[in-house]
Every structure is written in structure tokens, then in C-alpha cells.
């Protein structure tokens, strides 16, 4: 059995299941094997400078199979017009955004003929959204991994969200990690579910191998919602695994910016050989030189749902099978 949503429709997928963009985790290698197992996998462009965006973009190009096989993912706290533009250019049809004032931004996307996202967190946005003529909203529960947008968690978040989406499909996101969180998400009206920790913690993800490892191991207590990995994105709260660099801060009081414990100093290195200071908001990556236990280790409480690292192709069967099992079983709930 397989399922038929408007998500899987539009994009042709086999599974009604989006990957999150994981900053450097969503490497060209991840996006791929998402593509060929009949997923659709994000990748974040705000990072990378103009010069490389058309030859980065060409490397996931050719592994995804096409620039329609995979989307891209503006956060917009700065200007990426003109990456959205180059992006454009390369080909690239599938668009997500998050924060800042898409409008400008679907409007060109749509222009070009994309199919765009537009992440939520409250009725009054989606209508904005739905008015903005995005394909699909993105409704993100605060129970979300990353950088959260809302207060609501997704049970409550979700159905206020399709009754306002003006009919535009809704794709839920925070806190699915697994078949049943995507069929409770289809029951309260989702079209697909969007998920971010469950695929760091996926054998083809680009995240740091630690980072997936303490997915696995972490529990509700091990997550802290903070706004302390400031460094390129300030006052913006986001849901980490409590790591050293948080310790050491909870240990000093919570002292404030400028004050903080080690300050300054750089826990690793970009491939660009820039250095990463502690408290930056880059998630570490596989390749990453330095201390990648210090930065932040992006988790949502579907954390506390994994329990192993796996490839891709054998999660999303899983996903689909055990969201299958659970929508029979609600079916026998029925009397007839
Ligand atoms: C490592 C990581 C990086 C993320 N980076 C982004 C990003 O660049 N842009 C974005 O729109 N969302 C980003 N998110 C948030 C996800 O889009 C999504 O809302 C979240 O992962 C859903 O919760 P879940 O982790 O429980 O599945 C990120 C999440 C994680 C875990």
C-alpha cells in the first residue's frame, strides 16, 4: 500500500514525508538517497556565499536526480533574493521559508513556476500564507527540533491551522518521528508530515555522527529550549541537547552575552577555514573540525522516539507501514 495525498501528488513523492533542512547535515548525498527512496529532502541556502551557491547547487542537482527533486529553504532573517534568484536560475522548483516577510519571495518563486512552503505558527499567518498563494503551509509545533516560530504544540496547532489555510494543504512539522505521529497528523488534516531529527539521526544525514548518537540516547530531560546558540541568528529560541557549552553556562548562572563562559572562542572550523565560535548557530556537521560537542546539538522531543540510527529507504517504509497500521486500527474502532 502506499499513500495518495496532495504533498505526494504535487511532488510525485511515494511517501507523504518532508526532511527538514539540517544546515551542513543536508549534504547532497542525503538529498539524494530522500530523492531515490521517493522523498523530498530540504537543503538551507542562507549560509552559503553567492560566489559558490550555482556550483554547490550543482552538486545536489546531479545526486537528487534533478532540481525539482529536492528543495531549498531561505530563513529569512536576512536578505536572499538574490540566492533565490540564482537558485531560480539553476533550475531549482521547490521552496521553503521560514520567518522574515516571505511575500516578496513567493511571489518571485511562483513567478518562475515553483511549488512553495511557507512555515507557520499561528491562524492569522496561514491566512497571510494562503493569501500570498503559497502551495503548501507548514504548520511547526513548539515541541519542534531547531528554531521554533510559535507557542502552540502541534495537536492543538495543527487543526486551527487547517481550518484557517483556506483550503491550501497543511504539512505538519515537530515533534513526528515515526508512522504513528504521521498518521495522527493526517487524521487531524495534515497532507504529509515534515520532520527534522528523526533524519539527523537517518546513516545518510550529513549531521556529526555524536549528534545522532546522543538523539538516540537522549531523553525529554537531556532537551533544553534556550535562546543561548545566538551567534548569526540573536533572540531567537530553539530546542537543543543540553551539551557542554550549555552546562557551563546553567553552571555560571546564565550570565548574560558578553559575559557568557568562553566567549569568543572558537570551538572548531568552516570548510572555508573561518573559524566556528562556541555559541554559533551552525549545526556540526560529520566533517567538522573541532569540538563538535560544543555546538548545538538541534533535537525536538521526537527525540525521545528514536532509538537508532537508520538508513533513510528503511525509515520511510517503517514510516509508512506503522502510519498504515494505525489508520486501519482506527478504522476497526468504527462500529458498522
Ligand atoms: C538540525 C536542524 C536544523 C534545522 N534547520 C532549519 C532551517 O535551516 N530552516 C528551517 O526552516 N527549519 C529548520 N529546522 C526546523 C525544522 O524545519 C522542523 O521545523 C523541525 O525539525 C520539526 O521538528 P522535529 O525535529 O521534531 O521533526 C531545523 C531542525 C533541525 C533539527
Known amino acids: 500500500m502506499g499513500f495518495k495525498t496532495a504533498l505526494t501528488d504535487r511532488l510525485n513523492l511515494k511517501h507523504p514525508v518532508v526532511a527538514a533542512p539540517l544546515g551542513r547535515g543536508s549534504t547532497p548525498e542525503f538529498l539524494g538517497a530522500l530523492a531515490n527512496a521517493g522523498a523530498l529532502g530540504f537543503v538551507a541556502l542562507g549560509h552559503i556565499p553567492e560566489t559558490e551557491l550555482r556550483q554547490t547547487l550543482s552538486g545536489y542537482i546531479a545526486s537528487a536526480g534533478g532540481a525539482d527533486r529536492f528543495g531549498i529553504n531561505f530563513v529569512l532573517i536576512a536578505d536572499h533574493l538574490q540566492r533565490l534568484e540564482t537558485a531560480l536560475d539553476a533550475g531549482c522548483r521547490v521552496v521553503s521559508f521560514l520567518r522574515g516577510d516571505p511575500a516578496p519571495y513567493v511571489r518571485r518563486a511562483k513567478d518562475a513556476g515553483a511549488t512553495v512552503f511557507w512555515t507557520v505558527s499561528g491562524s492569522e499567518e496561514a491566512k497571510r500564507a494562503a493569501d500570498c498563494g503559497v502551495d503548501f503551509i507548514v504548520a511547526q509545533g513548539r515541541e519542534a527540533g531547531g528554531h ?18 483556506r483550503g491550501v494543504p497543511v504539512v505538519a512539522a515537530g515533534g513526528i518521528a515515526d508512522g504513528r505521529g504521521l498518521a495522527a497528523a493526517l487524521s487531524l488534516g495534515a497532507c504529509g508530515a515534515w520532520m527534522g531529527t528523526r533524519f539527523v539521526a537517518s546513516a545518510e544525514s ?90 548545538p546539538l538541534y533535537a525536538g522531543m521526537s527525540a525521545t522516539l528514536i532509538q537508532a540510527v537508520k538508513p533513510v529507504g528503511e525509515l520511510l517504509a517503517e514510516i509508512d507501514d506503522e502510519a498504515e497500521t494505525a489508520l486501519r486500527r482506527n478504522v476497526s474502532y468504527l462500529r458498522v
Open 148 to 165: 521554533l516560530t510559535g507557542e502552540a504544540p502541534l495537536m492543538t496547532l495543527l487543526p486551527t491551522i487547517v481550518d484557517s489555510a
Open 206 to 295: 550529513g549531521s556529526h555522527p555524536g549528534h545522532k548518537q546522543m538523539i538516540v540516547d537522549c531523553g525529554l530531560s537531556d532537551l533544553v529550549e534556550t535562546t543561548l546558540f545566538d551567534g548569526g541568528w540573536p533572540n531567537s529560541p530553539h530546542r537543543v541537547i543540553a551539551n557542554s557549552t550549555y552546562k557551563n553556562w546553567k553552571d555560571a548562572g546564565y550570565p548574560s552575552n558578553g559575559s557568557r563562559p568562553g566567549e569568543g572562542e572558537a570551538i572548531g572550523q568552516f570548510s572555508e577555514g573561518v573559524p566556528m565560535l562556541r555559541y554559533n548557530v551552525a549545526t556540526p556537521w560529520a566533517t567538522m573540525d573541532g569540538d563538535w560537542e560544543a555546538g
